[in-house]
């Protein structure tokens, strides 16, 4: 057994074609298992690797001869793919010119999304890294206007349901055991949040994922690091902007999903298979405003040793 995912426990199998092998060592340097070594001029499997193969494929795709199969743990030699010519390959400027023209978008055209972009953002969210292979990361993808409408209006009805939580007599009776940070956060972030999205949704304003026409909502599972659904968004919203759509993180909902009265039936309406660490809503849409300038962002902080 290696690391054990929701989808697999299994060590994949690897095999080496010794014919083809050329013996350059490539396979025993990307290997973060410590799962080849070098017999006699040729490539072999090491008699210790660290976990046991999980199916990263670093050394299938590195292999000049093509002598390395890894079969096992949802991948075959049959995922592989060339690359496309290098000089395609965006350059930083590019990059940045998209990264700093991006905004968060909460006003969208009343233009659908066509399942053909969707799908070219979820190819492009399933290249992102994972903790551990293969990703854990689920999609749960509602498409149109009135599916994610009524996603919002299932969650407002759950957030109050469970309105107690920010209420004056629960936060007092947890003064004792929270810090002043928490007691603040809750005042000035946390219960502003539920009045806002309850309120509005019950004049028909929907404040939560603002009429967007998709929404994506990237969970984990027990299993998987917790930064892996946040990345794979990350992903989705470049991708999205590079297809000349807007869209906007959505960080306050999968919080309240996971516990609470009413949070499973929420969470089996949407086929969400599992309660985990961290997950992100990403709505997405034609934007609505053009915007005619960028803002310079910083960090906290950047130390430099
Ligand atoms: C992790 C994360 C969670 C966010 N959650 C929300 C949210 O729940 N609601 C919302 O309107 N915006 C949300 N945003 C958008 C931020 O408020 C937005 O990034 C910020 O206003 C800066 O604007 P910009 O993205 O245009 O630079 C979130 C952004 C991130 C990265």
């Known amino acids: ?62 292999c000049p001869e093509n002598a390395i199969n890894v079969t096992g743990r949802c991948l075959t030699p049959d995922d592989l793919f060339p690359f496309t010519e290098p000089s395609v390959k965006p350059d930083y400027n590019s990059l940045l010119q998209l990264f700093q023209s991006r905004r968060s978008i909460r006003k969208f055209r009343d233009q659908p999304v066509s399942r053909e972009v969707i799908d070219l953002i979820l190819t492009a969210a399933q290249t992102a890294p994972m903790g551990v292979p293969p990703s854990d990361v689920n999609v749960v993808v509602l498409q149109g206007k009135e599916k994610v409408r009524q996603f919002s209006s299932d969650y407002c009805n759950l957030l109050d349901k469970n309105r107690w939580f920010v209420s004056g007599w629960f936060m007092a009776l947890m003064t004792p055991f929270y810090d002043k940070r928490t007691i603040r956060f809750f005042k000035k972030f946390i219960r502003p949040i539920y009045d806002i999205y309850i309120g509005s ?34 992903y989705a919203m470049t991708a999205a902007e590079s297809l000349g759509l807007g869209s906007c993180m959505l960080g306050a909902i999968h919080p309240f ?49």
């Open 1 to 62: 057994m290696s690391i054990p995912t929701s989808r697999t426990e299994e060590t994949a199998t690897v095999t080496i074609d010794q014919l083809k092998c050329n013996g350059c060592g490539k396979c025993v340097t990307v290997c973060s298992d410590l799962g080849f070594e070098i017999i006699n001029g040729k490539a072999a499997r090491s008699e210790k690797p660290v976990f046991g193969c999980m199916a990263c494929g670093q050394c299938m795709v590195v």
């Open 201 to 234: 949704m019950n004049k028909g304003i929907d404040q939560v994922t603002y009429d967007a026409p998709v929404a994506f909502y990237f969970y984990g599972t027990p299993y998987c690091d917790p930064a892996d659904p946040i990345i794979a968004a990350t």
């Open 257 to 305: 999903i996971q516990f609470g009265s009413g949070a499973k039936e929420f969470r089996d309406k949407y086929k969400i298979r599992f309660k985990s660490r961290e997950g992100l809503v990403l709505i997405v849409g034609y934007p609505k405003v053009k915007y005619a300038r960028g803002v310079k962002r910083t960090f906290a902080n950047v130390d430099f040793f």
